[in-house]
Nanobody, 122 residues
């Protein structure tokens, strides 16, 4: 499966963005889809995931501000980001776990998109 992340950009603090992760090659309905981010000089960190069955999970740093969802008809997963902060600045990656549950670890995911840059100015 190929994953294409998009929707990043430059936004002021307090603003919002919606990232998309479009999948091709296979239907991702049964996959867990995760979002991770990597800031310059830092390790890739977990942001959120949506599991098979539509359960969701969020890192504490984004809980209440970010929402992950999927559109099965479009074979696409979204990350709606509200109340953005400068510390949210990073390259955001989507990833797929074929087993359907995923985790907060990068090691659980089988496929990765190329990343989209989000920059939040203060």
């Amino acid at each position: 499966v190929q994953l294409q992340a998009s929707g990043g950009g430059l936004v002021q603090a307090g603003g919002s963005l919606r990232l998309s992760c479009a999948a091709s090659g296979r239907t991702i309905d049964r996959y867990a889809m995760g979002w991770f981010r990597q800031a310059p000089g830092k390790e890739r960190e977990y942001v959120a995931r949506i599991m098979f069955g539509s359960g969701t999970d969020y890192a504490d740093s984004v809980k209440g501000r970010f929402t992950v969802s999927r559109d099965s008809a479009k074979n696409t997963v979204y990350l709606q980001m509200l109340s953005l902060k400068p510390e949210d600045t990073a390259v955001y990656y989507c990833a797929a776990d074929v087993l359907g549950y995923g985790s907060r670890s990068v090691n659980s995911y089988d496929y990765w998109g190329q990343g989209t840059l989000v920059t939040v100015s203060s």
